[in-house]
């Protein structure tokens, strides 16, 4: 028996320290995740706190099949889903212009912002943005299973990320500019 899954089941048991141990190992990358989702700090913990309450109610409904990590992540990207099932419109609400720059290559951009800022311009998405893009880009899935998952139609998803990824790109592009502005006058 791996250490892990000693770990569970000592947690199914009710062990405290084993519930303390088994969070601390999965909390700060399973708030990436909800960081993601999420549209501010706040959000995110809140969604991590309900995630783990879903992990722990549910760990004998873990198999030990695939990727533990995984299971949890997936308990968390639910959360986040089921936060805004209901509660957001999920359709475009903002308006691109035309007028879109070419931003270069996506190393060059990460170089120049940097991770946290592009996850704040993420962030800033509306909720159904975001989370077509989250779902699309990071959880690879497809638009069919987007749509069954947010109750939308399959055109709604693909709209949300095709405007997700404008929207982000005017931001990126905004930002750029702000810092070459800022780089001439140095």
Same mark, same amino acid.
């Given at each position: 028996?791996?250490?892990?899954?000693?770990?569970? +089941?000592?947690?199914?048991?009710?062990?405290? !320290?084993?519930?303390?141990?088994?969070? +601390?190992?999965?909390?700060?990358?399973?708030?990436?995740?909800?960081?993601? $989702?999420?549209?501010?700090?706040?959000?995110?913990?809140?969604?991590l706190q309900e995630g783990f309450m879903k992990?722990?109610?549910? /760990?004998?409904?873990?198999?030990?099949?695939? !990727?533990?990590?995984?299971?949890?992540?997936?308990?968390? &990207?639910?959360?986040? /889903? +089921?936060?805004?099932?209901?509660?957001?419109?999920?359709?475009?609400?903002?308006?691109?212009?035309?007028?879109?720059?070419?931003?270069?290559?996506?190393?060059? &951009?990460?170089?120049?912002?940097?991770?946290?800022?592009?996850? /704040?311009m993420v962030q800033q998405l509306s909720p159904?943005?975001?989370?077509?893009?989250?779902? $699309?880009?990071?959880?690879?899935?497809?638009?069919?299973?987007?749509?069954?998952?947010?109750?939308? !139609?399959?055109?709604?998803?693909?709209?949300n990320l095709s405007d997700a990824r404008a929207?982000?790109?005017?931001?990126?592009?905004? !930002?750029?500019?702000?810092?070459?502005?800022?780089?001439?006058?140095?």
């Amino acid at each position: 028996m791996s250490e892990t899954e000693r770990l569970i +089941q000592d947690c199914i048991k009710g062990d405290r !320290s084993a519930q303390g141990s088994l969070y +601390q190992l999965y909390a700060t990358k399973m708030f990436r995740v909800c960081l993601r $989702y999420a549209k501010n700090k706040e959000e995110a913990e809140d969604i991590l706190q309900e995630g783990f309450m879903k992990v722990f109610t549910g /760990l004998r409904q873990f198999n030990f099949e695939g !990727s533990f990590e995984g299971w949890i992540r997936k308990i968390m &990207v639910n959360c986040a /889903l +089921q936060k805004y099932r209901g509660n957001a419109k999920l359709h475009a609400v903002v308006t691109i212009d035309e007028n879109q720059h070419e931003i270069g290559e996506p190393e060059n &951009v990460i170089a120049l912002l940097g991770t946290k800022e592009l996850l /704040l311009m993420v962030q800033q998405l509306s909720p159904g943005y975001r989370l077509v893009f989250n779902l $699309y880009v990071f959880e690879g899935m497809k638009h069919r299973e987007i749509a069954e998952q947010l109750g939308i !139609s399959e055109g709604t998803s693909k709209s949300n990320l095709s405007d997700a990824r404008a929207t982000l790109q005017k931001m990126v592009n905004n !930002s750029l500019q702000v810092a070459t502005k800022n780089i001439k006058y140095l």
